[in-house]
């Protein structure tokens, strides 16, 4: 099956720099690629996704980019605000109706004023 | 509109107890799921539904059952309840992309 690991764990940066969070998939027919921003406590959001037909997505200060013949996609995050401290997961699956999503462990990223 | 609503917030069971976590969607959307979150972990699917009357196990199926007799609700049972169950357990729904529509969670302790 499908295995998704996230790095780094932890990530600490001063307010106003870029941020970036990497996830390799193991599944070569995985096709999508969300992520996810949970702040403590609180339930799980979707900030962006990709699938795999793409090569790059831009929302405002956040950016996902994939690369398939390495089986990685990453997600940047520039100009950061404290409001942007929380945990980062990333998912892959299948895209075919229903969302079977294998989830990263997490990056916990801290910005620092 | 409400979203996804879930019912106990809070749990506390004992070994070999069984309970019902309700899940509630106001959206009218076909897809729902159930997921647990262990301490300092990613998310993990337990089941899912793509419509009232189906659903289907995901990663982490055993020691519960779902049931989806109508497109709203999608409750989750627990029989038999051990340790390894303690959790944080998340509702969701979609209409085909990732679940966006999560509810507040509910937190359960097995003892």
């Known amino acids: 099956g499908e295995n998704v690991e996230q790095h780094p764990s932890t990530l600490s940066v001063q307010e106003g720099d870029s941020a970036v969070i990497k996830c390799t998939y193991s599944d070569s027919a995985s096709n999508y690629f969300p992520w996810y921003k949970q702040e403590l406590g609180k339930r799980p959001q979707l900030i962006i996704d990709i699938r795999s037909n793409v090569g790059e997505k831009k929302d405002q200060r956040i950016a996902v980019t994939l690369n398939k013949t390495a089986k990685h996609f990453s997600l940047h995050i520039t100009e950061t605000q404290p409001e942007d401290s929380a945990v980062y997961f990333c998912a892959a699956s299948k895209f075919q109706g229903a969302q079977k999503l294998v989830f990263g462990q997490g990056t916990r990223l801290t910005i620092n004023p | 509109n409400a979203g996804v609503t879930q019912t106990p917030k809070f749990r506390i069971l004992k070994i070999g107890q069984s309970m019902t976590l309700q899940c509630t969607q106001d959206m009218n959307h076909n897809y729902m799921y159930w997921y647990r979150q262990d301490p300092g972990m990613g998310l993990k699917l337990i089941y899912y539904?793509?419509?009232?009357?189906?659903?289907d196990k995901g990663e982490v199926p055993n020691g519960y059952n779902v049931s989806r007799s109508t497109t709203e609700d999608f409750p989750l049972r627990l029989e038999l309840a051990a340790p390894s169950q303690t959790s944080v357990y998340f509702c969701?729904?979609?209409?085909?992309?990732?679940?966006?529509?999560f509810g507040p969670g509910t937190r359960l302790t097995v003892t």
């Open positions: 969701a729904s979609s209409e085909g992309q990732a679940p966006g529509n």
């Open positions: 539904s793509v419509g009232a009357g189906i659903t």
